[in-house]
């Protein structure tokens, strides 16, 4: 295939990926209202306000979008690999449809362990936090905003197993190169999860940390069962004398 051709199949996949996220948006919309009691369900005893006009309906769309990704997911994943799979052999394509199933299943267990692990304390924290000094009075449209965002960003984080997993069956990486990496990784585990925590307390950065360390811990473990030794690259040996 030319360029050309190339860049006309993916323009094609982004469409039909768009519409398929517009498609999932839409049928959220028909339960906007049990989304909305489900993500404020992790906050009790709290009335939310809105302050703006048109503050409510803008944060049920946001809503409605990203119920809309996360069920499109699977979809979106299955475009992707549609796209690559020219460029794959028949044994890289059998490894990534083998994991297809799992990107779907690793993203929804971030999106669950973020709504019943991490938004309770989180949530409590900032709730408590100078509530003797100033009552709190919390906006839907800013709550709404980082529960989301949380919760997509956990549930991408959940697929590093599924990645590694896959690059180690390709023959790209090895658990012996992660294993190496780990420092590394605890490192930038605790770096992402100051970022994405909406608390800076150490101890609800350490439930976003600590998982995401067992995750590469996980990485590195199928990474060495999936990892075979035909692919490891070729190296050129000196030879003897």
């Known amino acids: 295939m030319t360029i050309l051709q190339h860049l006309d199949e993916l323009r094609k996949s982004l469409i039909r990926s768009v519409i398929a996220v517009a498609v999932a948006t839409a049928l959220s919309f028909v339960f906007w209202h ?11 005893g709290v009335q939310l306000i809105f302050i703006d006009l048109t503050e409510m309906i803008g944060t049920t769309f946001r809503v409605c979008l990203a119920a809309g990704i996360i069920i499109a997911v699977p979809y979106l ?3 992707f690999i549609m796209f690559v799979s020219p460029a794959l052999t028949g044994k ?4 990534v449809f083998m ?6 299943l690793m993203f ?10 991490l938004l309770p304390p989180a949530l409590k924290f900032l709730g408590n936090f100078g509530s003797d000094i100033a009552i709190p009075q919390i906006r839907i449209g800013n ?11 956990t549930g991408i984080i959940f697929e590093l197993p599924v990645v590694t997993t896959l690059l180690s069956a390709l023959g790209i990486v090895s658990s012996r190169w992660l294993a190496s990496k780990r420092k590394w990784a605890i ?3 605790f770096v992402v999860a100051a970022i994405i925590t909406p608390t800076f307390d150490p101890v609800n950065q350490s439930l976003v940390a600590v998982p995401l360390i067992v995750l590469y811990e996980m990485s590195i473990w199928l990474a060495k069962i999936v990892y075979k030794k035909e692919n490891l690259p070729v190296t050129v040996e000196s030879a003897a004398p």
């Open 34 to 44: 049990q989304l909305m009691h489900l993500l404020i369900r992790p906050l009790p």
């Open 77 to 79: 994943t299955y475009e």
């Open 143 to 153: 709550y709404i905003s980082i529960v989301t965002r949380l919760m997509l960003i």
């Open 187 to 189: 490192l930038l585990a």
């Open 108 to 117: 929804a267990g971030g999106v669950l362990f973020s709504y019943f692990v």
């Open 92 to 95: 890289e394509k059998k490894y």
């Open 99 to 104: 994991v297809l199933p799992w990107i779907g």
